[in-house]
């Protein structure tokens, strides 16, 4: 029995987010504006078989695969959404789930952190994989569960503001997405990524 934790699809892959995936992946790199899906599944070792499923279902490229203790996670692109969408449908098809089985998204925590400090910001830019923040900037800090949704949150929030992203990580128990820039632009940034994961269907309890 296979659990479908994450199922997000991206219809235009922002460019920040595109770049920090390319920072991270191994696989086929994805390039602004491709469409994308991420799926997460447990237990984690079956991902193989579902991006086996996708790749020869379709012209889609892989830009990561992951196992960790308990989740395993893919991602698939292409510029063509039609081929994403049926990489997805492959994937539903041999678990035999829908879309709506997936976990629905459930915000872990989120703070804003205004004018930040300079110590600060050296701390967080030793570790980051995206772009740096800068004294006197807003952080955004989101986490999300499953992890894997940050990437859409991510997405959502660079569409509707002008941000900088900072890091991501759509791997574990719970996804991390940091973002910075002015106030106006963060709250609106927060804003979208929280909408956007608040309106995703599926169930509240895992099965």
Sequence with gaps: MIELRTYAFLDNLQPQLAALVGTTSRGFLPVTGVAALWIEIAPGIAIHRLLDQALKSTRCQPATIAVERAFGIMEVHHEDQGEVRQAGEAVLRSIERTENDRMKPRLVSSQIIRSIES??????????????????????????????????????????????????NPIGAFGRLYLAGGEADIDAAAAAAERCLGSLGGRTTKS
């Design 119 to 168: 110590y600060h910001t050296q701390l967080i830019n030793r570790t980051r994989y995206g772009s740096m923040i800068l004294p006197g900037q807003s952080l955004y800090i989101l986490e999300t569960e499953p992890a894997a949704y940050a990437v859409l949150a991510a997405n959502e929030a660079e569409k509707a503001a002008r941000i900088q992203l900072v890091d991501m």
